[in-house]
């Protein structure tokens, strides 16, 4: 099955509204953020990055170093924007709380002043209207509102412009009206996305020294005097309620165009949307526009024509459909029945427009066919209506729009169109979607599990039942937008992380994600979540499964990285506000972390669930095999019989595992979830094909002193058993015995064993170099196996075992792969590392194993 068959058009193919959901605040920007400690003084900050309403701030003289940036929220932070504390007779000085930033700032400059001269020449400051008042913390698209003056170019020419207001705003798609008209001509409203080259701020005219008059079509409405007025009514109007300029901060300048007048080319007729026909360059206005006319060899012939440039949406070279198989219309008069280029070009005398004329005509923009989206009707611009490709072709769309009569139901667009948006765009903004005539049914289809994305092999479904086989596409139009945005969803960093996720880079995630849409805020926290796991594809796998039949769920299109390979899975994420706490709850359960992780609530002391009891020493991890340890139930127990089956190995070295179980309690743990029992059953689970449906990558690691310890460990097991059978005096003595050698042996072998005890512990060393500890290693704290760590050569890593909370019975279940995988560490260092560490488990397997 292909991935695009039948699946909805992401935001990152429709560039216009990935554009718009943008913060207004731009990295690099600086302001002034009053310091914590000292209210009435501040210190200037750089904007690292943006995420909604949050920004991530850096104080001057930090340079590149980003240790100490801070999370701040733009609704309730005291910000300002740069020279505010100047005008208001504020104190500008670094936290009194920062020697660190202080005494790097005084090393090289004599005072503040020098220094903030320096930082902040040539700097772009944060505009005041986005810190203060309605505008503040407002994205870009939210900043134009209704009532908002632009000037907007004419089709006519590029040098006419006239003044419009924004009588509508649905996310970004504006609806604007010519001053001068009023709501009895709401039939010549025009409908533009703001981010459009056509429009410009109130004044840009002038400052170009272009013409201010009214469009050509509607000149004749009213007289100039009146005319006049109301440019002049829309001037005062524009300036008690400027515009913000940073709605046009992401408008693209137009590249210089290389055409002469006469060349040929292809272009998709703007009359009849489902043509490409022959076309002319009839004038050139100057380096970034030219008039482009449709050819017409009829005698009565009335010139169509349009203004373009180089990136205009539809214009191609010649030959065009040719090369891509689309029929190409003959112009008006044409004699002949085949129309071909050549003959025509020579019969004229003309040029065609070489390729570099053009933008890239095969970027598609990662559209497909018989993906879904929602598209502007070109017949009636305030309709938006479900939309489905039919063809795609280089950089263009043939597109069928549901719930319109045909044959004004099929149109061709460009990718780079600004009237084609993601599916629940139109949801999202509380904007009426046309429906289709009938519902749109998906075809049933598979799941896949998760698969590598340079994979050649196909997928392999695990479940054959069809998912979502009819959804209406129509939403109640007076549907309200608050139902599909959220509030913060909080990370909670001191919660149980659980088995799957890594507490260090949980720790490392914003406190926040949102406001916004619900889907959005979702997405980009399952992301986050996914990069600090320990095997991002296994928990990308876990949200795969996750779904509840009561939800009004969205698919979503996740992706995980994860040893040079990336997985992509599609995970079902709420819509409604409402239904998010349960969602984050169950997502919480799925990866068997603290239910209050991540929650709409923020907890801020001591968590509810009571959840820094738990560990993590109750799950192994053993090439992405979760399996929780036990005691094992009746049926585990292997029969004696099973014992004398040569060709059951795995079995009988399993089964003398068991036998311990029944011996000591303080075996039973280590025993059941030791590294080599999981080893042995990820083996035969392998074998039995129990987690064939698993798509993570599996690699084979040797240690070779796991090996070692493996091999000998049911003999040493057998052994034990006999000598401390035959009475704990024997015992005794040969303990004694060996502490008197290992004492005149100490200093011989101090070198090889730097792990000292604390005061007032006996720690021994035995003649062969081996450890002998002084407690019980499944007993051990977290403090206790960094004191350790910390008295051998890997005392660098000890911050490591601190941060994912490893104990005692943690640090036993550790292997070579397991510490290379979830401690990120070198093939080196690993080794290093589990020398040590197979140091405990032999001296606990001496000591304490029986």
């Given at each position: 099955?292909?991935?695009?068959?039948d699946a909805?058009?992401?935001?990152?193919?429709c560039?216009?509204?990935?554009?718009?959901?943008q913060?207004?605040?731009?990295?690099?920007?600086?302001?002034?953020?009053?310091?914590?400690?000292?209210?009435?003084?501040?210190?200037?900050a750089?904007?690292?990055?943006?995420?909604?309403?949050?920004?991530?701030l850096?104080?001057?003289?930090?340079g590149?170093?980003?240790?100490?940036?801070f999370?701040?929220?733009?609704?309730?932070a005291?910000?300002?924007?740069?020279?505010?504390?100047?005008?208001?007779?504020?104190?500008?000085?670094?936290?009194?709380?920062?020697?660190?930033?202080?005494?790097?700032?005084?090393?090289?400059?004599?005072?503040?002043?020098?220094?903030?001269?320096?930082?902040?020449?040539?700097?772009?400051?944060a505009?005041?209207?986005?810190?203060?008042?309605p505008l503040?913390?407002?994205?870009t698209?939210?900043?134009?509102?209704?009532?908002?003056?632009?000037?907007?170019?004419?089709?006519?020419?590029?040098?006419?412009?006239?003044?419009?207001?924004?009588?509508?705003?649905?996310?970004?798609?504006?609806?604007?009206?010519?001053?001068?008209?009023s709501?009895?001509h709401?039939?010549?409203?025009?409908?533009?996305?703001?981010?459009?080259?056509?429009?410009r701020?109130?004044?840009?005219?002038?400052?170009?020294?272009?013409?201010?008059?009214?469009?050509?079509?509607?000149?004749?409405?009213?007289?100039?005097?009146d005319?006049?007025?109301?440019?002049e009514?829309?001037?005062?109007?524009?300036?008690?309620?400027?515009?913000?300029?940073?709605?046009?901060?992401?408008?693209?300048?137009?590249p210089?165009?290389?055409f002469?007048?006469?060349?040929?080319?292809?272009?998709?007729?703007p009359?009849?949307?489902?043509?490409?026909?022959?076309?002319?360059v009839?004038?050139?206005?100057?380096?970034?526009?030219?008039?482009?006319?449709?050819?017409?060899?009829?005698v009565?012939?009335?010139?169509r024509?349009?203004?373009?440039?180089?990136?205009?949406?539809?214009?191609?070279?010649?030959q065009?459909?040719?090369?891509?198989?689309?029929?190409?219309e003959?112009?008006?008069?044409?004699?002949?029945?085949?129309?071909?280029?050549?003959d025509?070009?020579k019969?004229?005398?003309?040029?065609?427009?070489?390729?570099?004329?053009?933008?890239?005509?095969?970027q598609?923009?990662?559209?497909?066919?018989?993906?879904?989206?929602?598209?502007?009707n070109?017949h009636?611009?305030?309709?938006?209506c479900v939309?489905?490709?039919?063809q795609?072709?280089?950089?263009?769309?043939?597109?069928?729009?549901?719930?319109?009569?045909?044959?004004?139901?099929?149109?061709?667009?460009?990718?780079?169109?600004?009237?084609i948006?993601?599916?629940?765009?139109?949801?999202?903004?509380?904007?009426?979607?046309t429906?289709?005539?009938?519902?749109?049914?998906?075809?049933?289809?598979?799941?896949?599990?998760?698969?590598?994305?340079?994979?050649?092999?196909?997928?392999q479904?695990?479940?054959?039942t069809?998912?979502?086989?009819c959804?209406?596409v129509?939403?109640?139009?007076?549907?309200?937008?608050?139902?599909?945005?959220?509030?913060?969803?909080?990370?909670?960093?001191?919660?149980?992380?659980?088995?799957?996720?890594?507490?260090?880079?949980?720790?490392?995630?914003?406190?926040?994600?949102?406001?916004?849409?619900?889907?959005?805020?979702?997405?980009?926290?399952?992301?986050?979540l996914?990069?600090?796991?320990?095997?991002?594809?296994?928990?990308?796998?876990?949200?795969?499964?996750?779904?509840d039949?009561?939800w009004?769920?969205?698919?979503?299109?996740l992706?995980?990285?994860?040893?040079?390979?990336?997985y992509?899975?599609?995970i079902?994420i709420?819509?409604?506000?409402?239904?998010?706490?349960?969602?984050?709850?169950?997502?919480?359960?799925?990866?068997?972390?603290?239910?209050?992780?991540?929650?709409?609530?923020?907890?801020?002391?001591?968590?509810?669930?009571?959840?820094?009891?738990?560990?993590?020493?109750k799950y192994?991890y053993?090439?992405?095999?979760?399996?929780k340890?036990?005691?094992?139930?009746?049926?585990?127990?292997?029969a004696?019989?099973?014992?004398?089956?040569?060709?059951?190995?795995r079995k009988?070295?399993?089964?003398?595992?068991?036998q311990?179980?029944?011996?000591?309690?303080?075996?039973?743990?280590?025993a059941?979830?030791?590294?080599?029992?999981?080893e042995?059953?990820?083996?035969m689970?392998l074998?039995?094909?129990?987690?064939g449906?698993?798509?993570?990558?599996?690699?084979d690691?040797?240690?070779?002193?796991?090996v070692?310890?493996?091999?000998s460990?049911p003999?040493?097991?057998?052994?034990?058993?006999?000598?401390?059978?035959?009475?704990?005096?024997?015992?005794?003595?040969?303990?004694?015995e060996?502490?008197?050698?290992?004492?005149?042996?100490?200093?011989a072998h101090?070198?090889?064993?730097?792990?000292?005890?604390?005061?007032?512990h006996?720690?021994?060393?035995e003649?062969?170099?081996?450890?002998?500890?002084?407690?019980?290693?499944?007993?051990?704290?977290?403090?206790?196996?960094v004191?350790?760590?910390n008295c051998?050569?890997?005392?660098?890593?000890?911050?490591?075992f601190?941060?994912?909370?490893?104990?005692?019975?943690?640090?036993?279940?550790?292997?070579?792969?397991?510490?290379?995988?979830?401690?990120?560490?070198?093939?080196?260092?690993?080794?290093?590392?589990c020398?040590?560490?197979e140091?405990?488990?032999?001296?606990?397997?001496?000591?304490?194993?029986?």
């Amino acid at each position: 099955m292909s991935d695009s068959e039948d699946a909805p058009a992401e935001e990152s193919v429709c560039t216009e509204v990935e554009i718009s959901l943008q913060s207004s605040f731009q990295p690099g920007m600086k302001l002034e953020v009053a310091n914590k400690g000292s209210p009435d003084s501040y210190w200037v900050a750089t904007i690292i990055t943006t995420c909604g309403q949050l920004l991530l701030l850096r104080f001057s003289g930090y340079g590149d170093d980003r240790k100490a940036d801070f999370w701040c929220d733009v609704m309730t932070a005291e910000l300002h924007p740069v020279g505010w504390c100047t005008q208001n007779n504020k104190s500008l000085m670094p936290p009194e709380d920062n020697t660190y930033l202080r005494k790097a700032i005084k090393e090289k400059y004599s005072d503040w002043t020098e220094f903030l001269v320096q930082d902040l020449t040539g700097a772009r400051t944060a505009p005041a209207n986005l810190l203060e008042g309605p505008l503040r913390g407002k994205n870009t698209v939210d900043l134009i509102v209704e009532g908002s003056v632009l000037e907007l170019r004419d089709v006519s020419g590029p040098f006419l412009y006239w003044p419009v207001r924004v009588v509508q705003n649905v996310g970004g798609r504006l609806r604007l009206r010519y001053a001068g008209l009023s709501d009895d001509h709401q039939a010549q409203d025009t409908w533009l996305f703001y981010l459009d080259v056509r429009l410009r701020p109130l004044g840009w005219a002038m400052e170009n020294r272009l013409a201010l008059e009214p469009p050509t079509g509607f000149r004749s409405l009213k007289s100039a005097p009146d005319w006049q007025e109301a440019l002049e009514d829309a001037r005062l109007d524009g300036q008690k309620n400027p515009l913000p300029l940073e709605v046009f901060k992401d408008h693209v300048d137009l590249p210089e165009h290389s055409f002469k007048t006469g060349m040929k080319l292809e272009m998709v007729s703007p009359w009849e949307r489902l043509q490409i026909c022959p076309v002319s360059v009839t004038k050139v206005y100057n380096e970034i526009y030219v008039q482009v006319t449709l050819d017409d060899l009829c005698v009565d012939a009335k010139p169509r024509f349009v203004v373009c440039h180089t990136n205009s949406p539809g214009i191609l070279p010649v030959q065009w459909s040719l090369k891509n198989g689309v029929g190409l219309e003959r112009p008006r008069g044409f004699e002949g029945q085949d129309f071909d280029w050549a003959d025509y070009l020579k019969q004229g005398g003309t040029e065609a427009a070489p390729d570099a004329c053009f933008p890239d005509t095969w970027q598609n923009r990662d559209f497909a066919k018989d993906m879904w989206l929602e598209a502007v009707n070109p017949h009636r611009p305030a309709e938006v209506c479900v939309a489905q490709i039919t063809q795609v072709r280089g950089r263009l769309l043939w597109l069928r729009l549901e719930g319109v009569v045909k044959p004004l139901s099929e149109c061709i667009v460009d990718v780079e169109s600004m009237d084609i948006f993601p599916v629940g765009w139109c949801e999202a903004n509380a904007y009426p979607l046309t429906p289709p005539l009938k519902p749109v049914c998906q075809k049933q289809k598979q799941i896949a599990v998760v698969q590598p994305e340079k994979q050649s092999a196909p997928l392999q479904p695990v479940e054959a039942t069809p998912v979502n086989l009819c959804l209406p596409v129509a939403m109640d139009p007076g549907s309200a937008n608050g139902r599909y945005c959220c509030s913060k969803i909080f990370v909670n960093h001191r919660c149980f992380s659980g088995p799957y996720l890594n507490k260090g880079r949980i720790a490392e995630l914003p406190q926040a994600v949102g406001p916004g849409k619900c889907t959005l805020v979702l997405k980009e926290l399952l992301s986050m979540l996914i990069n600090a796991a320990y095997k991002p594809g296994r928990v990308l796998k876990e949200l795969q499964e996750l779904e509840d039949q009561s939800w009004d769920c969205q698919e979503e299109t996740l992706k995980a990285k994860y040893k040079g390979k990336t997985y992509r899975s599609t995970i079902r994420i709420v819509r409604l506000a409402d239904q998010i706490p349960d969602f984050c709850r169950k997502v919480c359960v799925k990866l068997q972390c603290c239910s209050k992780l991540f929650s709409p609530v923020l907890v801020t002391d001591k968590c509810p669930e009571n959840c820094s009891v738990q560990t993590k020493t109750k799950y192994t991890y053993y090439y992405g095999k979760k399996r929780k340890l036990s005691k094992p139930m009746a049926g585990e127990e292997a029969a004696e019989g099973d014992l004398a089956k040569p060709t059951r190995r795995r079995k009988k070295r399993k089964a003398i595992f068991v036998q311990k179980k029944r011996r000591s309690s303080a075996v039973d743990y280590t025993a059941a979830g030791s590294p080599q029992d999981s080893e042995e059953d990820e083996e035969m689970a392998l074998q039995s094909g129990s987690e064939g449906t698993s798509s993570e990558p599996r690699e084979d690691h040797t240690d070779a002193s796991s090996v070692e310890v493996t091999s000998s460990r049911p003999r040493r097991a057998a052994t034990l058993r006999r000598t401390f059978g035959a009475g704990n005096a024997a015992g005794s003595q040969e303990a004694a015995e060996s502490r008197r050698r290992s004492t005149r042996s100490l200093s011989a072998h101090n070198q090889n064993n730097k792990y000292q005890p604390p005061k007032g512990h006996d720690m021994q060393v035995e003649e062969e170099g081996q450890l002998v500890l002084d407690s019980n290693p499944l007993e051990w704290s977290v403090d206790k196996v960094v004191q350790f760590i910390n008295c051998t050569d890997c005392a660098s890593l000890a911050n490591i075992f601190q941060e994912q909370d490893i104990d005692g019975q943690a640090l036993l279940l550790l292997t070579l792969p397991t510490v290379q995988e979830c401690m990120d560490l070198k093939l080196g260092p690993a080794i290093k590392l589990c020398h040590q560490i197979e140091r405990v488990k032999v001296a606990f397997y001496r000591q304490y194993a029986n």
